[in-house]
């Protein structure tokens, strides 16, 4: 069955340019969505439909892909991005949805 | 946006029925471009989709649970609910209710805070 695989935990130095992949069949052919968690809180979208931005979110969060690869990028990344990040599809093969496993930012 | 919070008891014992309720509030839960969902998280994990399910009553859920699994909806509460049976241990995690749009491939926004269920044997 279908799988999205994510990063190894990333670590940062405040300012400094944060990317966290996510790998899975056919990702360039639909919709990828990333989430951030902050430690006891509920996830939050911080990019939808693979590159879109919520109002609310700063622009130093961008969303990228290419063949079976989704990236977020966090520019400029502050000491508030530290958290969990996930992304998530549809899967259609399977008729569900589909999270990755998380990649953990520290910023440094 | 609407605001989603989860309720429900927090422990349930292991072979018996997990029954947890979503109130939505700031919105109806009867707007037709949206379908409300469930996803969990065992503690220190990822996280887990579980269903999600349309005003109108039409749903659907997560293959591993669909078994085991009741979502239903009461519009005249402006609350939606899901039912589990048969409880193990793997089925401790927090329980969160979110909204999204009627397309398939769409995000999950807003959440409810989670409500953590334990399973005791």
């Known amino acids: 069955s279908n799988v999205l695989t994510q990063a190894p935990p990333v670590s940062v130095a405040p300012g400094q340019t944060a990317r966290i992949t996510c790998e899975g069949d056919?990702?360039?052919?639909?919709?990828v969505h990333w989430y951030q968690q902050r430690p006891g809180q509920a996830p939050v979208v911080v990019i939808y439909?693979?590159?879109g931005r919520p109002s609310g979110v700063p622009e130093r969060f961008s969303g990228s892909y290419s063949p079976d690869t989704a990236t977020l990028t966090i520019s400029r990344v502050e000491a508030g991005d530290e958290a969990d990040y996930y992304c998530?599809?549809?899967?259609?093969?399977?008729?569900?949805?589909?999270f990755g496993g998380g990649t953990r930012l520290t910023v440094l | 946006q609407p605001q989603l919070q989860e309720s429900g008891p927090g422990l349930v014992k292991a072979s018996e029925t997990l029954s947890l309720t979503c109130t939505v509030s700031?919105?109806?839960?009867?707007?037709?471009?949206?379908?409300w969902g469930w996803i969990r998280q065992p503690p220190g994990k990822g996280l887990e989709w579980i269903g999600a399910?349309?005003?109108?009553?039409?749903?659907y859920s997560n293959p591993s649970l669909k078994s085991r699994l009741t979502l239903s909806i009461d519009t005249s509460k402006n609350q939606f609910s899901l039912t589990l049976r048969s409880v193990t241990a793997a089925d401790t995690a927090v329980y969160y209710c979110?909204?999204?749009?009627?397309?398939?491939?769409?995000?999950?926004?807003?959440w409810g805070q989670g409500i953590l269920v334990r399973v005791s044997s």
């Open positions: 998530q599809v549809w899967d259609s093969d399977n008729n569900r949805v589909l």
């Open positions: 056919h990702l360039g052919y639909t919709n």
């Open positions: 700031g919105g109806s839960i009867t707007r037709t471009s949206y379908y």
């Open positions: 439909d693979t590159t």
């Open positions: 399910i349309y005003y109108s009553g039409s749903s």
């Open positions: 979110a909204r999204r749009e009627t397309t398939r491939a769409s995000h999950y926004d807003p």
